[in-house]
């Protein structure tokens, strides 16, 4: 009986203990997934922003701009104060041409949403319209001063120029050789013009501290936002909803129907240039202490910032899918940066590197003007 009893108490005994040691392990295993998606988290949270320097300028960049999505990607034009817009691929940075002709700085510039023409406005007088695909100038229209701004109608087939003349002109690119439209209002040099609802108007902002809206059939202006500082930045959403725009070290949006302010934010530097993401949760911007900022655009919390150039920050813009944006600076360089840091896209890469992993990084490499 004894022997038995203590038969049995084992058995119990060694039962009880293969349920703990299953409960026991399934537990740390339960733990360890749970501190693997943790440490998984910390490291995606703590990956650095890398961003991809696209040289090849030997002055300040002063501007830039994405086309829309092609059959072949998309393409990014940068304006700069040596003379040389370049084209480049838009989500790798590598260089593609350079468009030679101006005798001065370059201010402005726009591709066609196409990316089958490209636009420059430049110090020497003169706006040009390009083939985007060969390099060779199509048009070369003259001012009277210092072209700071060009822009394409959708289809292409009319082109704005805002100057230092304090005048709006639309040219015909069906008959470039006919008297371009011109709008007059603004009471100092222009900085920007933008084609907006549906082509019919004109968006523009200037020196004189204003934002002008025009009539584009009868050339009158429609309406008028003033500032308490100079616009240095106007973007058109790409759904042609909202209007950003930077005035001192504030990025303001505005409804592109009624110019009513949807949302003023400030942020910590005079800032020159701020983009809104397409799906509008995010902003951008940058200045004049040389960081690059993100921010919920909702709440206006600044989310991140980083410092890449070692120059103030010109222009920044979101590439068309809102996979990363791009900024330019007086430190001649163009910058690719990631909207989420450690995804793999274009020239930046992730490797798994365990099981639960932590996906790192590799640093993408720099990217020259041939």
């Not at 406005?121 to 048009?139: L, P, Q, R, S």
């Not at 020159?272 to 940058?286: E, M, Q, R, Y």
């Amino acid at each position: 009986m004894v022997a038995v009893y203590t038969m049995s108490v084992r058995v119990r005994i060694n039962w009880w203990y293969s349920i703990f040691e299953n409960r026991y392990a399934r537990f740390f295993d339960e733990r360890n997934e749970i501190r693997g998606i943790s440490v998984l988290a910390d490291k995606m949270a703590n990956l650095r922003q890398t961003p991809l320097t696209c040289s090849g300028h030997t002055r300040p960049v002063v501007h830039l701009a994405f086309s829309d999505v092609t059959e072949c990607g998309y393409f990014l034009i940068s304006a700069c104060k040596d003379g040389k817009p370049m084209l480049r691929q838009g989500d790798t940075g590598d260089w593609i041409g350079t468009f030679e002709g101006h005798k001065g700085a370059v201010w402005g510039v726009a591709l066609n949403p196409q990316a089958t023409k490209a636009a420059t406005g430049a110090a020497d007088f003169n706006a040009k319209v390009w083939d985007a695909v060969t390099g060779e100038e199509i048009h070369s229209f003259q001012h009277n001063h210092i072209v700071k701004s060009v822009n394409f109608s959708s289809d292409s087939t009319l082109f704005a120029t805002g100057s230092n003349e304090k005048l709006v002109r639309i040219f015909d690119l069906n008959k470039p050789e006919a008297t371009p439209t011109v709008f007059s209002g603004h009471t100092s040099g222009i900085r920007h013009v933008i084609f907006f609802r549906g082509d019919t108007h004109l968006v523009t902002c200037a020196d004189d501290r204003t934002l002008r809206v025009w009539d584009r059939t009868s050339g009158q202006e429609v309406q008028k936002l003033d500032f308490s500082a100079i616009p240095s930045s106007l973007e058109v959403a790409r759904d042609g909803s909202t209007l950003t725009v930077t005035h001192g070290n504030v990025v303001s949006f505005w409804d592109a129907q009624s110019l009513k302010k949807i949302r003023e934010f400030t942020v910590p530097t005079q800032v020159n240039s701020a983009s809104l993401h397409p799906d509008k949760t995010i902003f951008v911007c940058g200045g004049e202490d040389l960081k690059m900022y993100k921010f919920d655009y909702t709440t206006g919390t600044e989310i991140e910032s980083f410092k890449g150039h070692f120059g103030p920050v010109h222009c920044v813009r979101f590439s068309p899918d809102g996979e990363l944006y791009a900024s330019g600076s007086e430190d001649g360089t163009l910058r690719l940066w990631q909207t989420t840091v450690g995804k793999t896209y274009g020239l930046w890469k992730c490797i798994e590197s365990n099981p639960i992993s932590t996906e790192s990084v590799l640093p993408p490499k720099e990217v020259p003007a041939s």
